[in-house]
């Protein structure tokens, strides 16, 4: 098992920003990616930023340019930082642990989810 807690959540105008934690604790695959998926009222969940281990990242075109994701596997945190905050990006932030071997999924956790409202 592994468990994922989430900080840094909260209210801010638009243009501002915030920073994102999740810590994971448990038994975690030691090559694995750690990201950031999001979903507003009445919207699917949706990826917004993944970093492998390795060190690749991946993020959505609608984010590109504002928010940058980043790792510390010795703490095994993954944050994101968000800067010119839209009203847009207003949701629910979760953090997601996955793994795979040979192909195989083999770990696929979320956080529980931390609230992000940006105002006009």
């Known amino acids: 098992q592994v468990q994922l807690v989430e900080s840094g959540g909260g209210l801010v105008q638009a243009g501002g920003s915030l920073r994102l934690s999740c810590a994971a604790s448990?038994?975690?695959?030691?090559?694995?990616?750690m990201g950031w998926y999001r979903q507003a009222p009445g919207k699917q969940r949706e990826l917004v930023a993944t970093?492998?281990?390795?060190?690749?990242?991946n993020y959505a075109d609608s984010v590109k340019g504002r928010f940058t994701i980043s790792r510390d596997n010795v703490k095994n945190t993954v944050y994101l930082q968000m800067n010119s905050l839209k009203v847009e990006d207003t949701a629910v932030y979760y953090c997601n642990e996955y793994a795979e071997l040979d192909g195989i999924e083999i770990q696929n956790y979320w956080g529980q989810g931390t609230q992000v409202t940006v105002s006009s």
């Open positions: 970093a492998a281990s390795g060190g690749g990242t």
């Open positions: 448990g038994s975690i695959f030691v090559v694995n990616t």
